[in-house]
């Protein structure tokens, strides 16, 4: 005996979409697929071109002397930043004060979204191979934002689904 079970696409989509956007509003509340706070931001020193962060962010860091400056053998202009990302991205994006949220632009998790639906199942991911490796990188370096808390699935599930599945007995 098997049983065979049917959920209605429409509410499949439905349910994929509040995930979709519970998992971007837990990110941007420094959560993890857990509802744990992400971890923090390298204090590590490193190294970029000059012209890869905004003359703002530049302008800051440069004038808190959270800078140095050299060229390099083909005369371009790098800094490295003394308390690293940390302050790279407190100086980008101020308004944020430090916390860890995975949204230094936006785009990777505005990327994120229902990307296959089928019978009976459905696929969240990214649109755009390059935030899909943004993604990757972020969990990989243990921060995994890509889910959300079993109990906040459940309640969405039910509130989705609910009634909504229809079960066979097939013989």
């Known amino acids: 005996m098997k049983l065979k079970v049917t959920i209605p696409k429409t509410s499949l989509l439905l349910l994929a979409k509040d995930i979709v956007n519970t998992i971007h509003d837990n990110t941007l509340a420094g959560k993890d697929k857990d509802g744990k706070p992400f971890k923090k931001y390298s204090s590590n020193p490193f190294a970029m ?24 053998k083909d005369k371009a202009k790098w800094v490295v930043i003394k308390d690293g990302y940390k302050a790279l991205k407190t100086a980008l994006r101020p308004g944020d004060g430090g916390k860890v949220n995975l949204s230094l632009t936006g785009d990777m998790l505005n990327d994120m979204d229902v990307i296959a639906i089928g019978t009976n199942e459905v696929r969240i991911g990214f649109n755009r191979e390059e935030n899909a490796q943004k993604a990757l990188w972020n969990i990989e370096n243990d921060r995994d934002f890509f889910g959300i808390p079993d109990s906040e699935f459940k309640r969405l599930t039910k509130k989705h689904i609910g009634d909504g599945v229809k079960i066979e007995v097939i013989k």
């Open 49 to 72: 071109p000059s012209g890869a962060a905004t003359k703002r962010a530049i302008d800051s860091l440069d004038k808190s002397g959270g800078l140095v400056w050299f060229t390099t």
